[in-house]
């Protein structure tokens, strides 16, 4: 395939997610069919399933793109230089701002995470796997610098993943906003006092 071609399929790949994110807000995850999608784009349906072989496929594509966004910033506050636990609060604070706003702020694409959540869809388990890494990554950092002390540190990792869950899942956040319990930075404050060292 020469090189044209291989830029306007990998266009052509993008627009259909581009069109398929714009629908599963407008009209929902669940009622958005590839039909719609292949209309919007001036396509026959049997032309978007050149590129996705199924409805799950594109929702699992525009899933991707959105957590990655996410992963994105979340890596690029790990790469920053300066103390690691005013960056380790940034982060914590950014993955859970970057998820309200994207998925519980919209009913339509909460919907949709909802469903990849529960169908367990490999890119939700990538996802998660990813976060937890670049945790660990911070907290790496806080060790070799003196700030944290953690012997174990994927167990770290993922004691502060799920301290912060409720911040965190899409779907908890949810849940949560009207329930009692600790502030962010109060679960922030207590995460990084069990990470801090004893003497």
């Known amino acids: 395939m020469t090189l044209i071609a291989e830029h306007i399929e990998g266009d052509t790949r993008d627009r259909i997610l581009e069109v398929a ?3 599963f807000r407008q009209i929902g995850y669940q009622k958005t069919t ?3 999608i292949a209309k919007e ?3 026959s349906p049997a032309n978007v399933y050149r590129f996705f072989e199924s409805k799950k496929a594109i929702h699992q594509a525009v899933a991707r793109s959105l957590m990655g966004e996410v992963e994105l910033e979340a890596q690029r506050i790990v790469a920053r230089p300066g103390p690691v636990k005013e960056r380790f609060r940034e ?3 950014t993955i859970h701002r970057m998820n309200t706003e994207r998925y519980v702020g919209d009913n339509k694409l909460h919907e949709m995470v909802a469903i990849a959540m529960e169908e367990d869809w490999d890119v939700c388990v990538a996802h998660m796997e990813c976060i937890a890494g670049v945790i660990g990554q911070m907290i790496a950092q806080g060790v070799a610098s003196g700030e944290f002390e953690a012997p174990d540190l ?3 990792s993922l004691c502060a ?3 912060m869950i409720r911040f965190f899942h899409p779907q908890m956040i949810a849940q949560c906003a009207t329930k009692p319990g600790p502030t962010i930075d109060q679960m922030i404050d207590f995460v990084i006092a069990g990470l801090s060292p004893r003497h």
């Open 21 to 23: 994110e714009r629908l």
């Open 34 to 36: 590839v039909g719609d």
């Open 41 to 43: 784009l001036r396509m």
């Open 91 to 93: 982060l914590l604070t």
């Open 154 to 156: 994927q167990l770290a």
């Open 161 to 163: 993943c799920t301290a």
